[in-house]
């Protein structure tokens, strides 16, 4: 069903490929600089319909992807860029049955890209500490999915209060100190499981594999990073984009071991 109704997230697109991401209330507007567009104006028809402004300026209604929602909600937290969150559900080989245990939740950007992944045949149960970034987080969810998927447990304190009680297939932190998490994770991680942080700094990345080494418990231990540069396509002028997105973090990923029998 493509047809738009009241609190559906919309993105706009304007004649120059710009966006506007809105959620579609009856009764309000939308304000640009080309004009006013009543949401009711909105409400009811299909995606993919081009309306016009109060200024006779075209706008086209898309559902957003994943990827513009995140880049275009507003949030309090950082969150995880889409072309990180791609390699995240690839290399923490995310699929659908997982129990995945997540912290922090942030802004909401990636668990709800891991809650799409693990399905709802899955589970993710994910932790933040910050009450603020939970209620934002909450709401960020809500306005994607319409509602919070059943298969999503928000959760406010540590992850390593979750790590005490499950006994997941994946966790993947996007935490200050995501080496707290590691003793735990050698211990109740499923054999077999994948460890998976994010973390934006070397001294963090140094940390992390330290505390990964001293366990014992992991094999298969990889950082790297992803950068990602578009193409300007006009024609038969074809170049690199002037603009690129470089560093925004290092991934690294671990696989459980089994433990070793006396």
Not at 76 to 84: E, F, N
Not at 86 to 106: F, H, M, R, Y
Not at 111 to 129: D, F, I, P
Request: aromatic share 6%; net charge neutral; glycine share 10%.
């Amino acid at each position: 069903m493509t047809v738009f109704q009241a609190g559906d997230a919309c993105l706009l697109f304007d004649r120059k490929g710009r966006r506007y991401l809105i959620e579609l209330i009856a009764g309000a507007e939308f304000h640009h600089h080309h004009g006013v567009l009543p949401h009711d104006e909105m409400i009811g028809i299909e995606e993919g319909t081009t309306v016009r402004s109060s200024k006779n300026r075209p706008l086209t209604l898309m559902r957003p992807r994943l990827a513009d929602y995140a880049l275009k909600m507003p949030r309090g937290a950082a969150v995880v860029y889409p072309k990180d969150v791609g390699a995240i559900l690839v290399w923490a080989d995310i699929q659908p049955g997982n129990l995945v245990l997540e912290a922090g939740t942030g802004s909401g950007a990636l668990t709800m890209a891991l809650a799409r992944a693990a399905g709802a045949t899955g589970k993710v149960v994910s932790y933040e500490l910050r009450e603020d970034h939970a209620k934002l987080a909450k709401k960020r969810i809500k306005g994607f999915f319409g509602d919070i998927p059943d298969h999503i447990d928000l959760r406010l304190g540590s992850v390593e209060e979750g790590l005490s009680e499950l006994r997941p297939d994946r966790i993947v932190l996007d935490v200050p100190e995501p080496w707290h998490a590691v003793p735990g994770a050698a211990t109740n991680l499923a054999p077999g499981g994948i460890f998976c942080c994010y973390v934006p700094t070397v001294p963090q990345v140094q940390e992390v594999r330290r505390s990964l080494d001293q366990t014992g418990a992991f094999l298969d231990i990889m950082t790297f990073e992803i950068m990602m540069r578009e193409w300007a396509v006009d024609g038969r002028s074809v170049r690199p984009s002037h603009r690129m997105i470089g560093h925004t973090g290092f991934i690294t990923v671990a696989r459980k071991l089994e433990p070793a029998g006396d």
